[in-house]
């Protein structure tokens, strides 16, 4: 797979003291552009050209051929150039809250389930986290995701811990067009009237029970761009199966509709698996009950994480 690939070919082979250093370096500078933009600073001109320049120079530095070196929680691994997800990831916390109730949830030993791997954050986080008894599995469809995905664990030296399949999750066997974004790694396989599409390729999705056995599992994270409902439809033996399991799923109304979801249904459809559901507040920290009212004051177009425990 990443043989084939000699843009992979050529990223570094080996985390190296001087690599460690430069990656520290990066963080720092990141880090100020992040604490710079929490407190407002991106909001006044001044600041914003400040963070713009650091986040430049740090991924100019950081920059292998076509992808840029980042890292999370001592973790280093690759993104894409010239993505989303190029500034998401950029040495400073992604979806912090997030992180951190998902760091809380994977225990040592755990067995973890990541739907929509992307190029590894949340499957190598949980290879670290889980030890050498744990077992990570990566789900991730799309080849190039796949490939950079592959490497990441490699150049990590956890391929014992993590299995990639290279299939999506859904409800039943099937073959669905996958839509190839220009401007982010975050495919989809219901289109964004907003996006810029750059290929359109084919997909092979099965039920998850028939990658788990049915067995159980700790922690499923689940992002598939409004394909959730289906991923947990196909997921009924091995979710019934596991005592005490910590769901994080996305929830976001416009995304599920685009995929033939009733939103309301999904959340009722958690519900009905045996999950208490608490959204996670981004901006806060927090977890709180996803009540009418909450739902009520995340707007008309809410995108939240979705905390559910068995």
Known sequence: MTDDNPAIRALPVAITPRLKRKVKLARAAANLSYWMSARGVRDVR?????CESIDRSVARRMSYGDFVLTDAHGIP??????????????????????????????????????????????????????????????VEPVEDNLELLSWNVKFNSLEDRIAIDGRGLSDRRETLSMFIYQESDSHALYRSPDAKVRDEVQVDLIPGDELTGGKPVDVIKIDVEGHEQRVLSGLKETIAASRGLVLIAEYAPAYLERGGTDPAEYLDNIRSLGFKVQVIYEETGLTGPFTDKVLEGLGPRPNVNLLCVK
């Open 77 to 138: 691994f690759f993104v894409r150039k010239g993505t989303f997800e190029t500034g998401a990831y950029l040495h400073r916390p992604f979806e912090p809250a997030t992180t951190r109730v998902f760091e809380q949830a994977v225990k040592p030993g755990a067995v973890v389930l990541d739907v929509g791997a992307q190029f590894g954050y949340f499957s190598l986080l949980a290879g670290k986290l889980a030890g050498p008894r744990g077992h990570v599995i990566a």
């Open 46 to 50: 001044p600041g914003r050209v400040l």
